[in-house]
């Protein structure tokens, strides 16, 4: 072996040996355009606001991540910028403790006398009982992002290795009003248009299936009264055939009975059934009551199910058999490949919960699902719903072909922030004056002065 070659195995044996101190956390927030989609919590804003964490090692080499907004988030994540700087990259676990320790206190206590980090009554993001979770969520990603660039390689491949180079997403359909989202001068072109009725939401679904190729389609509801949903799917079913999975999330403000109806009359037209009903026990009321009236469609789950504290219960009672993870939510991309295995321990499905976010956030769920085999279905995206313009990865948007994001193979992420893009962004969050994600508010302030979020509402 030449000389050359002696020094270069030393030095990646002594970088693998060697810390990698953390000197540096940036965070910037940035606002981006979204169009005004609605949900049972209410109207999106024109900008929804997102925060991108670099971490930088002494070395120089910075590592990304990309989490909730606003300025609760900002602070949040300086409250721990002293146990993240002069921290090792690699221990994760005392980062965690850290971060948890900080943290610490009063707890919103379900009825069950356990901690509710569920999404019932909160948009996701604004459970204050999850804080701990989202904040060092974003650190291990950035963290791992760190160490892979350090050593060379993919995210993917420090979880356990890629199981998959091309991972499925599926069409995110929204009811709709007119605009494309943005304000004043930044307002943007409205790309999908309104849909507010089932032939809308087939136009919009043919519009990303021309543009993206997706193959299957899931709907927002608890928007409509059920009857407009349950035709919605109906006119979907039809334009797509059956070879294109359908699914419909009302997040948890339909009644039991309604439940109930809904799940009788689409019987064999959905793929799974996703939040119908509020909480564990409701879910599990109703795969019961579906059971015995023959129309046993699968229940999925991101509202009620939300943390490893949650399956156990929703095991007993069969509240769901699917669980739409989300490594934002359930505590970093370490966390999804364990709840991973716990699915495939259990038989249980497996999928992408996802919000308004940027291509850092998407190429990390890209990772995370490449290195998860229990992977049973296409994942959420809000992707299509953000422009180019706002995207802050060198290169601009990543790319969804055939409905798939091919998983980067550079280290790390393998995508890098493009930093006159990052301060555009960070210039529109100054400019506009969203501070935290309000659905209630925007609905009252362009659709009905009196609404309210109604648990059930049908």
């Given at each position: 072996?030449s000389?050359?070659?002696?020094r270069?195995?030393?030095n990646?044996?002594s970088r693998?040996?060697s810390?990698?101190?953390?000197?540096?956390?940036k965070l910037?927030p940035?606002?981006?355009?979204?169009p005004?989609?609605?949900s049972?919590?209410?109207?999106?804003?024109?900008?929804?606001?997102r925060?991108?964490?670099?971490?930088?090692?002494?070395?120089?080499?910075v590592?990304?991540a990309?989490?909730?907004?606003?300025?609760?988030?900002?602070?949040?994540?300086?409250?721990?910028?002293?146990?993240?700087?002069?921290?090792?990259?690699y221990?994760l676990?005392?980062?965690?403790?850290?971060?948890?320790?900080?943290?610490?206190?009063?707890?919103?206590?379900?009825a069950n006398?356990?901690?509710?980090?569920?999404?019932?009554?909160y948009?996701?993001?604004?459970?204050?009982?999850?804080?701990?979770?989202r904040?060092?969520?974003?650190?291990?990603t950035?963290?791992l992002?760190?160490i892979?660039?350090a050593?060379?390689?993919?995210?993917?491949d420090?979880?356990?290795?890629?199981?998959?180079?091309?991972?499925?997403?599926?069409?995110?359909?929204?009811?709709k009003?007119a605009?494309?989202?943005?304000?004043?001068?930044?307002?943007r072109e409205?790309?999908?248009?309104?849909a507010?009725?089932?032939?809308g939401i087939?136009?919009?679904?043919a519009?990303?299936?021309?543009r993206?190729g997706?193959?299957s389609?899931?709907?927002k509801?608890?928007?409509?009264?059920p009857?407009?949903e349950?035709?919605?799917?109906?006119a979907?079913?039809d334009?797509?055939?059956?070879?294109?999975?359908?699914?419909?999330?009302?997040?948890?403000?339909w009644?039991h009975?309604?439940?109930?109806?809904?799940?009788?009359?689409?019987?064999?037209?959905?793929?799974?059934l996703?939040?119908?009903?509020?909480?564990?026990d409701?879910?599990?009321?109703?795969?019961?009551?579906?059971?015995?009236?023959?129309t046993?469609?699968?229940?999925?789950?991101?509202?009620?199910?939300?943390?490893?504290?949650?399956?156990?219960e929703m095991?007993?009672?069969k509240?769901a058999?699917?669980?739409l993870g989300?490594?934002h939510?359930w505590?970093?991309?370490?966390?999804m490949?364990?709840?991973?295995?716990?699915?495939?321990?259990?038989g249980?499905g497996?999928?992408m919960?996802?919000?308004?976010?940027?291509?850092?956030?998407?190429v990390?769920?890209?990772?995370?699902?490449a290195a998860t085999s229990?992977l049973t279905?296409?994942?959420?995206?809000?992707?299509?719903?953000?422009?180019?313009?706002d995207?802050?990865?060198?290169?601009?948007?990543?790319?969804?072909?055939?409905g798939?994001?091919?998983?980067?193979?550079g280290?790390?992420l393998g995508?890098?922030?493009?930093q006159?893009?990052?301060?555009?962004g960070?210039?529109?969050y100054?400019?506009?004056p969203?501070?935290?994600?309000d659905?209630?508010?925007?609905?009252?302030?362009h659709?009905?002065?009196?609404?309210?979020r109604l648990?059930?509402a049908w």
């Amino acid at each position: 072996m030449s000389d050359k070659s002696d020094r270069l195995e030393f030095n990646l044996h002594s970088r693998r040996r060697s810390p990698i101190r953390i000197v540096a956390l940036k965070l910037t927030p940035v606002a981006i355009a979204d169009p005004p989609l609605r949900s049972s919590y209410g109207l999106h804003a024109p900008y929804a606001l997102r925060t991108i964490i670099e971490l930088r090692s002494e070395d120089g080499l910075v590592g990304i991540a990309e989490a909730h907004g606003g300025e609760k988030a900002l602070a949040d994540f300086e409250r721990v910028r002293g146990v993240v700087e002069g921290a090792d990259a690699y221990a994760l676990g005392k980062l965690a403790r850290g971060v948890d320790d900080i943290f610490l206190g009063p707890r919103l206590v379900g009825a069950n006398g356990t901690v509710d980090r569920s999404q019932t009554h909160y948009v996701p993001g604004e459970n204050p009982n999850d804080v701990p979770l989202r904040i060092y969520a974003a650190l291990e990603t950035a963290a791992l992002d760190l160490i892979g660039r350090a050593h060379g390689v993919p995210v993917s491949d420090l979880l356990g290795g890629r199981v998959r180079d091309e991972v499925p997403f599926a069409a995110y359909l929204f009811y709709k009003h007119a605009g494309g989202g943005g304000e004043g001068d930044d307002e943007r072109e409205d790309e999908y248009g309104e849909a507010m009725t089932p032939d809308g939401i087939v136009a919009q679904a043919a519009a990303m299936t021309r543009r993206y190729g997706f193959q299957s389609y899931k709907l927002k509801a608890g928007v409509l009264p059920p009857e407009v949903e349950v035709e919605t799917i109906l006119a979907l079913y039809d334009a797509f055939g059956p070879r294109a999975p359908q699914r419909i999330d009302p997040n948890s403000v339909w009644s039991h009975e309604t439940a109930v109806d809904v799940a009788t009359r689409l019987y064999g037209k959905l793929e799974y059934l996703e939040d119908p009903v509020a909480g564990l026990d409701g879910m599990g009321r109703l795969h019961d009551a579906m059971r015995e009236n023959g129309t046993p469609i699968p229940l999925a789950s991101n509202v009620a199910v939300t943390h490893f504290g949650d399956v156990p219960e929703m095991v007993r009672r069969k509240s769901a058999q699917i669980i739409l993870g989300d490594h934002h939510y359930w505590g970093g991309p370490r966390a999804m490949a364990q709840l991973g295995r716990l699915c495939e321990t259990f038989g249980i499905g497996l999928s992408m919960h996802s919000n308004s976010h940027l291509g850092i956030s998407l190429v990390a769920m890209a990772h995370v699902a490449a290195a998860t085999s229990r992977l049973t279905y296409a994942c959420d995206t809000h992707y299509p719903w953000q422009a180019d313009e706002d995207e802050v990865i060198e290169g601009g948007r990543v790319p969804i072909v055939d409905g798939a994001v091919r998983v980067p193979t550079g280290p790390g992420l393998g995508v890098t922030i493009d930093q006159d893009r990052l301060a555009r962004g960070r210039e529109r969050y100054e400019r506009v004056p969203y501070r935290k994600r309000d659905d209630t508010a925007e609905m009252r302030k362009h659709v009905d002065p009196a609404w309210k979020r109604l648990v059930p509402a049908w």
